[in-house]
């Protein structure tokens, strides 16, 4: 039995300790469908890693097996020092609370108002007393241009107002990772400038390690520290802004330039 | 492939869900109790469930217990005085209405008001990424979400029982008086000649099996909810004939058991 072990598992490679979240080898399939295949990605502490590509790529399912709400069917996943695709769940909750989450639909609690849905990973995850909480709130609710909106119920705001909820639940536990599924999506000019600068903020004044993904590519540029462009379930191009600007791959030139030809099947 | 290999096949998978199934409960239902024994949730969660749990049901179990007793005490009644047995009617229909027909239908009852209003709110939690949501603060879905509603349905489904048992009684009464002007003496004393407390007592406790069964099945179900709104109508239903089911199956093992 012991000499017949099948094709050898991937050997794992932890990341040194700048790198917050390393992807190696990452293979995802739903059912048939291959989604992700040798996917591999380094993000590092401290840095904002902006993930651009196509609508269905795998870029909101990138995210997930980051945080280990998807399991990979190969490959290993590093994130703040421990190797997750090995964890339980219950260990990998741990790790989750260090991370925040803003989703590309929002994901707020649809039975809470604006206010209990930013203050529930405070009541869940601290011991903090209630008047510190609404401090923070409120704080969060600000940083976001919602400050007088935490009565409402998320169903009574508009797309964009409730993206910005979402967005304060994710970062009011000041997390050491932030993820953010298309931030500035459905948000007009103005307000995707002030997301865009929020974020910068943010990363510039806790030094959290932000992983972004976005379509916006002005935004990309502000606020990027290193680009990936993944294309057909794998990182093709990755590094920093001017390098992946001057890449000479027709597939990362057609997709900065939004053109219709090139080698982008559209 | 053969049609005996072809249905040899559906059995072998048939009996894969199965298991599958039943272990997703069992493993369901240890987390819940890790959860109760170590007071891992919040009990103003579990008293505003149980409020809103029982407000939902409590007429409805009313009205089908009033009815069952009415119609128990309708047939009884007048067979009985016609045998010259009136003074077991009240008996016969506490008897049935407390031992089996309380617990038994108040669970149904809750199975289809409460248990869909679980699975409904649950996996539309679920298709709107809300429990993903929960899952990436690294909280425990299973903890804030079905923790309360099952100590909630645990709770609630006794106290229905309650209620059900005394309306069927007075309804048998009511309609014993109707039919063939029973005396309350004759009736009450039938009553409390037949029935001992431990009868009472052990319906209850079917009906808190009943609590935890319904509520169980309906968090699987609604965290197994998938698509969107129509996935949502789909485990819902399930969640309902399951929960059903399962009431039928544990009120005659239970029954097996408690009243020897
Ligand atoms: N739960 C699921 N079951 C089956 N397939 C899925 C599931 N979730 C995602 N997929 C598939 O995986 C692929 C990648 O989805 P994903 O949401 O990661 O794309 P995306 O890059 O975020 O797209 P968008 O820019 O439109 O948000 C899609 O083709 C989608 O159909
Ligand atoms: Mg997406």
Request: aromatic share 8%.
């Amino acid at each position: 039995m012991i000499d017949e072990k099948p094709s050898r598992e991937l050997e794992p490679s932890p990341p040194p300790p700048d790198v917050a979240i390393r992807l190696q080898s990452i293979e995802l399939r739903y059912g048939e469908k291959i989604v992700l295949s040798d996917c591999s990605l380094d993000c590092i502490r401290g840095h904002t890693t902006c993930i651009i590509g196509l609508s269905g790529a795998g870029k909101s399912t990138i995210l997930r097996v980051a945080n280990g709400l998807r399991r990979p069917t190969r490959g290993c996943v590093f994130t703040l020092g421990s190797e997750l695709s090995r964890l339980p769940e219950t260990e990998i909750l741990e790790i989750r609370k260090r991370i925040g989450f803003a989703f590309q639909y929002n994901a707020l609690f649809d039975s809470m108002t604006v206010a209990d849905n930013v203050a529930f990973p405070l009541y869940e995850l601290t011991d903090l007393e209630d008047d510190e909480i609404n401090e923070r709130v409120k704080s969060a609710l600000e940083s976001v241009g919602l400050d007088g909106e935490g009565d409402r119920l998320p169903g009574e705001l508009s797309g964009g107002m409730q993206k910005r909820a979402g967005f304060a639940r994710a970062i009011v536990n000041e997390p050491e990772i932030i993820m953010f599924d298309e931030p500035t999506t459905g948000l007009d000019p103005i307000m995707t400038n002030i997301i865009t600068e929020t974020i910068k903020n943010i990363q510039h004044k806790l030094k959290v390690t932000c992983l972004v993904i976005s379509h916006d590519l002005p935004s990309v540029f502000a606020i990027a520290d290193e680009i990936a462009l993944l294309f057909e379930g794998t990182i093709i191009e990755y590094g920093s802004v001017s390098k992946v600007r001057q890449s000479p791959n027709p597939i990362v030139q057609q997709f900065l330039q939004g053109s219709d030809v090139g080698p982008i099947p559209v | 492939m053969s049609v005996a290999a072809s249905r040899r096949r559906g059995v072998f998978s048939g009996v894969n869900r199965f298991v599958e199934y039943a272990g997703g409960l069992a493993t369901m239902f240890g987390e819940v109790c890790r959860n109760v024994v170590t007071l891992n949730f919040r009990p103003s969660e579990v008293i505003r469930q149980a409020y809103f749990l029982g407000v939902e049901s409590w007429t409805i179990v009313v009205l089908t217990s009033l009815f069952t007793g009415l119609v128990i005490s309708l047939e009884a009644a007048s067979q009985a005085v016609s045998y010259g047995l009136s003074q077991f009617v009240g008996g016969s229909v506490a008897f049935g209405e407390v031992r089996e027909l309380g617990p038994m239908l108040t669970g149904i009852v809750f199975a289809g008001r409460a248990g869909a209003a679980i699975t409904a709110s649950l996996g539309s939690m679920v298709v709107t990424e809300q429990v993903e949501a929960l899952q990436s603060m690294g909280v425990s879905a299973v903890k804030v979400l079905v923790t309360p509603r099952l100590l909630a349905s645990f709770i609630t489904v006794p106290m229905l029982t309650v209620f059900a048992d005394i309306v069927g009684v007075y309804g048998g009464y009511y309609m014993a008086w109707l039919r063939v002007h029973m005396s309350p003496y004759t009736y009450w004393h039938s009553v409390q000649t037949t029935l001992i407390f431990s009868d009472f007592y052990k319906g209850l406790e079917k009906a808190a099996v009943f609590g935890v069964l319904v509520a169980l099945v309906a968090g699987y179900e609604g965290f197994r909810a998938e698509g969107g709104a129509e996935g949502v109508g789909r485990v819902t239903t399930h969640a309902v004939v399951t929960g059903i089911i399962l009431i039928f199956v544990f009120n005659f093992a239970l029954s097996f058991v408690l009243f020897p």
